[in-house]
């Protein structure tokens, strides 16, 4: 993949989005996905201990602002001196979360999602309609400098 690719494919007639951990923190990789028709996004992830409530957070919030049931998978355990939560979880397209796996233990987590919701949710707050790519343009030109300081 390149640079920009986000992949979306489909899972039983389903489109199913993916990205890893640090992408959590960018929604114009969680906004691709959804333009791409993605209505589930998945996120494997390796987030540290220290990490746990900005990915808590972070998921939650794409999930609300794509309107897209979003699953969170993280490692669990003790790594290179690094201690790792798990916790995965599951949020449907209001940003609630539907299913949670323990913290600090292996676990499965398992919830039914309905592609449906996903459709009338989104009829009901047309994120697509309202969104457009010069707003995008706009603050990229006009903040450029500062977007490149950091």
Request: with cysteine; proline share 4%.
């Amino acid at each position: 993949m390149g640079r920009g690719d986000v992949p979306v494919f489909s899972i039983n007639g389903v489109k199913v989005g993916l990205a890893i951990c640090y992408d959590a923190f960018y929604p114009e990789i969680s906004r691709s996905l959804m333009l791409k028709g993605a209505k589930v996004q998945f996120y494997i992830s390796a987030a540290p201990d220290m990490s746990r409530t900005h990915f808590e957070t972070f998921i939650r919030a794409r999930a609300m602002e794509n309107v897209s049931y979003v699953v969170y998978v993280n490692t669990v355990g003790q790594y290179d001196g690094l201690g790792f939560f798990g916790g995965s979880f599951i949020v449907d397209p209001l940003g609630e979360v539907i299913a949670k796996a323990k913290y600090y233990e292996e676990d499965v987590v398992v919830a039914e999602i309905d592609p449906n919701l996903v459709d009338n949710f989104r009829s009901i707050r047309p994120i697509l309609k309202d969104y457009t790519l010069d707003d995008v343009r706009y603050l990229y030109r006009n903040y450029k400098s500062t977007y490149r300081a950091y």
